[in-house]
């Protein structure tokens, strides 16, 4: 059986993530001598196969329960009551959670956005996507669970996912005639590509806005010295669908009616580099689209548009393969997601050198965003003036937006860039906004007085993420949260990131709570400066962006729950001493402590 | 500082949760510990056997974490006297080893060494009032009082004490050089 799976992913050791998915799918865990076995099979060190079982949330060495639950955590999923479902769930099922029941039956954990949140809360029941959960559906799912009712006889209206795109620009509106770019692309030696795509002004979409032709370009050139598109040099194409921003659902949508531009911007941008493979790392949470995204392809080799000598061009071979993330936020990183395509933990590499210059396998590999090779499929086809019609000098085209939170009407808004916040905020019917969280919790936090703001790589650059917040909401407890998802996120390769998140994690909670005093402000900033300073990558140089962005446009919200005390534990310090008199029975003076001294 | 030019320094010094090394190292000043006493004076410490701290103490050293509740009224005391009070050495800054019992239970912690273990005669749990309640976790001290500086090292070493000290004595913000406190 352990072939059998090993096989079907080629044997690579770059596979063994892959094959560790499979494994964990047949046994609902990864068994200590399937870790011995696969290191032998795929010669590698057991110890390697132990860190990349460690590291992926949807891998585990204990065993989950037949129907594993994950509740999506996102703070969008909070603010409809999500917490209180998932306990509600544990308690009808005598559960505890994070943990799997006695009789293996049923296992409830939480989880990081899932990329649902705006028809949540939402929830992973054996990968399958469960939406719009509520009270009654709980009470259903119990029974369901209790009774190991199969998936497929649960209804079918709760794993219903809607694309709610409210509204369709440049890349939604409409549909690409399949090969109709890669046709133009043929007709074109590599450098028209680049200036094409260069005086289109595309730049990345996951939110850096890196100009996409450059990057296209320098993986073509290689590096210094290098013959520019050197046929003897492997080179790589690879599409970023780990979405994993919380808030963020635009790239599910693409990927469900728009797969087929997707392709084929993939496929052009082969064309133009000289790539012969290519990838598409496919956030374990979206596992629910591979099917239809295998389909995809399927139909593209029918059509001769992918495979050997596409479109009947001799030599002009190229291919595309699929891999799936396992719960780690870091993966979207690009050099972690390479890394974990390679079969690794996903932590991100030094830079430079650079992917484009060392990549998949230290080859030349080109990594951009969904939307990026979705709106290159098309900038291609209708030509650069196409797209310079919409938005600014600085940022060309429309960007896909993600809405969530507090608004009549959320959803996918493929906006031109250029437009304001205030724009949005009245076409998603948010009526009394507090604060709008752009680009994620990486992200800028908006207040009031900042939503005449322009959405653009000139002012406020987004990887789509809009999560939208009313006047009744807490912004200390928006923060406190976001905090948590990066301290839970961190990869732990650096100390200032893995220890600082979880130190911002606990100063928020102390404040949170009501246990702050000015010292620990001033202590929480300090902090923030350090981790943000030296941080090994992007997530530890934003996590404190959540906390320093609320602190200075709300610090009303940060001093009204602070003790006027000079210092306060962040803890109960009496019932720290509770277990000690339990177990001797004591009740004297000494046997209690006050909580400010 | 000006009246630390006219006057002693005075000096606190103590071990909550810590194995007396960093105190030790402090002593590794060697002859220069002369000198010190030519600008200081201790207060409550191991050195002098004080038991309490006087009115007004300018500098608490600080070694080891909290692991009981004695150790939270000795710090206490040290933050109502001291102007300055210092964590010294990993287990004042981090919990240090004694915080490794926080991976265990306290109740499985007090079990094992007063009722199961292997040759325990007459097995009770000690409840004498004269003896200090443990915590559940061993805490930094930073988590229950403000500390104003921090001494890092297991144990910090002699030329830490001393930089430290006579920073103070020239009345200059301590600082510490890299070196000494580079470990690797």
């Not at chain 1, 639950?69 to 603010?79: A, E, I, K, M």
Request: with cysteine.
């Amino acid at each position: 059986m352990l072939c059998e799976i090993v096989d079907r992913h080629g044997g690579q050791a770059t596979s063994l993530l892959q094959i560790l998915i499979d494994v964990q799918m047949r046994f609902r865990h990864v068994p200590p001598r399937i870790m011995t076995a696969l290191a032998g099979m795929l010669h590698l060190p057991r110890t390697q196969v132990e860190a990349v079982v460690e590291f992926y949330r949807f891998l585990s060495v204990t065993s989950v329960g037949r129907f594993d639950v994950r509740f999506s955590d996102s703070v969008t999923d909070h603010l409809l009551g999500s917490r209180d479902l998932a306990a509600r769930l544990c308690q009808r099922l005598g559960v505890k959670l994070g943990e799997t029941r006695v009789d293996d039956a049923v296992s409830i954990h939480l989880t990081s956005c899932t990329g649902l949140s705006d028809q949540g809360p939402a929830a992973l029941v054996n990968g399958h996507v469960l939406t719009r959960l509520d009270g009654d559906r709980i009470v259903q799912m119990a029974d369901f669970i209790d009774q190991g009712m199969d998936l497929d006889t649960w209804p079918k209206n709760w794993f219903k996912v809607e694309d709610q795109v409210q509204l369709a620009g440049l890349l939604l509106e409409g549909e690409l005639p399949l090969g109709a770019s890669l046709e133009r692309a043929l007709t074109l030696h590599p450098a028209d590509i680049f200036s094409e795509i260069d005086r289109s002004g595309l730049r990345g979409r996951g939110g850096a806005g890196f100009k996409t032709a450059a990057k296209w370009r320098f993986c073509y050139e290689g590096e210094e010295g290098a013959v520019p598109g050197d046929p003897t040099i492997a080179r790589y194409v690879v599409c970023n669908a780990d979405e994993g921003e919380p808030g963020t659902f635009k790239d599910r949508v693409l990927l469900s009616r728009n797969a087929q531009d997707v392709f084929e911007g993939m496929t052009v941008c082969a064309k133009a580099i000289g790539a012969q493979h290519g990838f598409i790392y496919l956030r374990g949470e979206y596992r629910y689209l591979l099917d239809s995204l295998l389909r995809g392809l399927k139909v593209r080799r029918l059509r001769g548009l992918l495979g050997r000598n596409i479109l009947g061009v001799e030599g002009f071979d190229f291919d595309i393969e699929i891999h799936l993330g396992a719960g780690a936020y870091i993966c979207g990183e690009e050099s972690a997601l390479i890394e974990s395509l390679e079969g690794k933990p996903g932590h991100p590499r030094n830079r430079p050198p650079y992917p484009v210059t060392h990549g998949y396998l230290g080859q030349p590999t080109v990594v951009n965003n969904v939307e990026t090779f979705a709106a290159a499929a098309r900038i291609m086809a209708y030509g650069a003036d196409w797209f310079l019609s919409v938005g600014t000098p600085e940022s060309s085209g429309t960007k896909i937006l993600s809405v969530s939170g507090d608004c009549e009407r959320p959803g996918i808004y493929e906006v031109p860039f250029g437009s304001p916040v205030s724009d949005l905020l009245r076409r998603c019917g948010a009526d009394d906004p507090m604060g709008v969280q752009v680009g994620g919790p990486s992200g800028t936090f908006i207040g009031p007085d900042e939503f005449e703001r322009i959405l653009g790589f000139e002012d406020l650059p987004t990887g789509g993420s809009m999560m939208v917040f009313s006047q009744a909401r807490d912004v200390v407890a928006i923060a406190r949260s976001f905090t948590h998802f990066f301290a839970h996120e961190s990869c732990g390769f650096c100390t200032p990131c893995r220890v600082g998140t979880s130190l911002l994690g606990q100063l928020i909670d102390k404040i949170a709570e009501g246990h702050g005093t000015p010292h620990d402000l001033i202590e929480m900033t300090q902090l923030a400066a350090i981790v943000k300073n030296t941080s090994h990558c992007g997530l530890g140089q934003t996590a404190a962006h959540p906390l320093m962005q609320t602190l200075e446009r709300f610090p009303e919200r940060y001093q009204e729950r602070l003790k006027t005390l000079f210092f306060e534990p962040g803890f109960d310090l009496d019932g720290a001493l509770e277990v000690s008199r339990q177990m001797t029975g004591r009740e004297d003076a000494h046997a209690h402590l006050t909580q400010s001294g | 500082m000006t009246d630390l030019m006219t006057h002693k320094i005075r000096i606190a010094t103590t071990s909550l949760a810590g194995c007396f090394g960093c105190h030790m190292s402090f002593l590794d000043i060697d002859e220069r510990f002369f000198t010190l006493c030519e600008h200081v004076v201790f207060d409550r410490s191991p050195f002098t056997d004080i038991k309490h701290l006087g009115e007004h103490v300018d500098v608490g050293l600080i070694e080891g974490g909290l692991c009981n509740a004695e150790n939270v009224s000795t710090l206490r005391e040290f933050r109502d006297h001291v102007k300055i009070l210092v964590a010294v050495g990993a287990c004042a800054i981090n919990g240090g080893i004694p915080a490794m019992r926080n991976h265990i239970p306290l109740k499985e912690c007090l079990e094992e060494s007063y009722l199961v273990a292997v040759g325990i005669d007459s097995p009770q749990i000690p409840n004498d009032p004269e003896l200090p309640l443990l915590l559940d976790r061993v805490r930094p001290i930073h988590e229950v009082v403000k500390v104003d500086y921090f001494l890092p090292g297991c144990p910090p070493s002699a030329e830490v004490f001393w930089t430290f000290l006579t920073d103070l004595m020239a009345g200059r913000e301590p600082q510490i050089p890299e070196a000494q406190i580079h470990f690797d």
